[in-house]
Nanobody, 129 residues
Framework: EVQLVESGGGSVQAGGSLRLSCAAS????????IGWFRQAPGKEREGVSC????????YYSDSVKGRFTISRDHAKRTVYLQMNSLKPEDTGVYYC??????????????????????WGQGTQVTVSS
């Protein structure tokens, strides 16, 4: 059974940093992509960043480009999202999601939730001004 467990959320002031982790288990294939989405109250789920295990290619939404960095530890099956220069508009529940194989999504196009098959339970990020 595929499981994704997020951690690292919390409350910070604007300008601060957080690092989210997504620990994956139950993977039977090494070819996958993992993405980070976020959802603020009353808003649609937004794709933030994703990474392909195939070639390490990445995607960032315009709203986080230059501030967030996605990385992976393939051996640990863990994906990280380093979030710097946080803004109040970054507040929301952050979810990691996985899809097999990695080619099922393109890291050159905006992320859409329905392309991902497995989801974590989410971790809250709150940025105060």
């Amino acid at each position: 059974e595929v499981q994704l467990v997020e951690s690292g959320g919390g409350s910070v002031q604007a300008g601060g940093s957080l690092r989210l982790s997504c620990a994956a288990s139950g993977f039977t294939r090494d070819d996958y992509s993992i993405g980070w989405f976020r959802q603020a109250p009353g808003k649609e789920r937004e794709g933030v960043s994703c990474i392909s295990s195939h070639d390490g290619s990445t995607y960032y939404s315009d709203s986080v480009k230059g501030r967030f960095t996605i990385s992976r530890d393939h051996a640990k099956r863990t994906v990280y999202l380093q979030m710097n220069s946080l803004k109040p508009e970054d507040t929301g529940v952050y979810y990691c999601a996985a899809v097999f194989p990695s080619t099922a999504i393109s890291t050159q196009q905006p992320m859409v939730p329905w392309e991902y098959d497995y989801w974590g339970q989410g971790t809250q990020v709150t940025v105060s001004s």
